[in-house]
Nanobody, 127 residues
Framework: QVQLVESGGGLVLPGGSLRLSCTIS??????????MGWFHQAPGKEREFVAAISFVRGAPPYYSDSVKGRFTISKDNAKNTLYLQMNMLKPEDTAVYFC?????????????????WGQGTQVTVSS
């Protein structure tokens, strides 16, 4: 059984920062062999791609245009943990953020390409 658990969400002022974490557990799970991604979903909207990182060594991370230059995805394989550093947050970043995992080497940008999901963590950017 693979479990993904997000944490680090909260309320932040516009221009502020948050770091989300996604801890992965499971007897056979290894972040060395899974590509990982972050998605977000605002009320009344579909789940949207934010960022992804392949398990292939040296492959560059991939970001949506809306977060490029502000967000950074990274992972610590030793800790089986995925991170999303979010800087210069905007009100339109407000959403539930989900981490996801896939065995695909090429990172996906649609939810259907991912096999495992966390339960999500709320991020609210508001003054």
């Amino acid at each position: 059984q693979v479990q993904l658990v997000e944490s680090g969400g909260g309320l932040v002022l516009p221009g502020g920062s948050l770091r989300l974490s996604c801890t992965i557990s499971g007897r056979t799970f290894d972040t060395d062999t899974y590509s990982m991604g972050w998605f977000h979903q605002a009320p009344g909207k579909e789940r949207e791609f934010v960022a992804a990182i392949s398990f292939v060594r040296g492959a560059p991370p991939y970001y949506s245009d809306s977060v490029k230059g502000r967000f950074t995805i990274s992972k610590d394989n030793a800790k089986n943990t995925l991170y999303l550093q979010m800087n210069m947050l905007k009100p339109e970043d407000t959403a539930v953020y989900f981490c996801a995992a896939t065995r695909r080497a090429v990172v996906g940008i649609i939810p259907e390409e991912y096999d495992y999901w966390g339960q999500g963590t709320q991020v609210t950017v508001s003054s």
